[in-house]
């Protein structure tokens, strides 16, 4: 199927120049004519209406099938989304893969990320360390709490 267009397009040529510059396109020639008249220059100017035929057809229709990540780009993501937050962002992309997959990118995802021992909240294991006074791995920031719990009880003492 195309479909057809016609426009007027406008444009002028001073006496004194050869060159012709455009000034518009209208839907009519008598709108063009109506502007043309309309226009007050200050030397005798030649008008011109030419007529812009534009046809636009449908080259190729087609379809390009949607990307599907693999299980290790949908674990780096859960990975990257949940680092440093309360709730893993398991997301959309989990969500639509079979419970064998979702096993998979489980898996490797708990390989990456853990729960602070002290606050609950996950980070990427490189970001956790582990400490006498706790019973796991924690964080950076309850690291430092029981640090310095552990200095206010050696001057207490």
């Excluded at 309309?38 to 379809?63: A, G, L, P």
């Excluded at 950076?140 to 050696?154: G, H, M, Q």
Aim: net charge negative; with cysteine; proline share 1%.
């Amino acid at each position: 199927m195309s479909e057809t267009e016609i426009k007027f397009q406008l444009r002028c040529c001073y006496t004194s120049s050869s060159t012709w510059h455009p000034i518009g396109e209208y839907d009519s020639e008598m709108s063009a004519k109506h502007k043309a008249t309309n226009m007050q220059e200050r030397e005798e100017t030649i008008y011109q209406i030419v007529s812009v035929v534009t046809t636009r057809s449908v080259v190729d229709t087609f379809t390009i099938a949607a990307y599907v990540p693999s299980i290790d780009e949908i674990a780096e993501d859960i990975i990257t989304m949940s680092d440093g937050s309360f709730y893993l962002e398991w997301g959309d992309d989990y969500a639509a893969l079979s419970l064998e997959d979702q096993a998979k990118v489980e898996n490797i995802v708990w390989m990456e990320i853990d729960s602070c021992a002290c606050c609950g909240w996950h980070f990427n294991n490189n970001h956790l360390s582990s400490h006498d006074n706790a019973d796991g791995l924690v964080c950076d920031s309850c690291y430092n709490d029981l640090e310095d719990e552990r200095e206010e009880n050696e001057e207490e003492q």
